[in-house]
């Protein structure tokens, strides 16, 4: 199957680390970030997480932590549009449960 999405860049972190594994076509994919250690949960949030659209505009996401696993889900509201480009952005404001940050701000453009 061919890549559902086009990874334009990977800006604060190694681009060998940014995977897709789409199994089925949709444009409410569920972008999901893997952490190695346990996050503070009140820094998982839309102001540290965000996708926005070409026009440098927030578009509106849900974003869950799951702790057992130390990943967070971010999922548009509204599916994403086809043709477009927009930017997932992982601030540096998000941290540890024992208040590391992360070193850089993540940005990651992909086209639908």
Do not use: C
Not at 35 to 55: D, G, H, M, R
Not at 84 to 98: A, C, P
């Amino acid at each position: 199957m061919p890549n559902f999405l086009d990874i334009k860049s990977v800006t604060g972190g190694d681009n060998k680390l940014v995977k897709q594994d789409l199994k089925f076509r949709t444009g409410k994919f569920v972008w999901k970030v893997i952490f190695n250690i346990e996050l503070n949960p009140a820094t998982v949030n839309n102001e540290n997480l965000q996708v926005y659209n070409s026009e440098n505009k927030p578009i509106a996401t849900k974003i869950a932590y799951n702790p057992s696993q130390n990943t967070i889900e971010i999922e548009p509201k509204e599916a994403y549009s086809t043709g477009e480009v927009y930017t997932l952005h992982v601030g540096n404001r998000v941290e540890s449960k024992g208040g590391q940050k992360l070193k850089n701000e993540i940005s990651i453009e992909f086209a639908v």
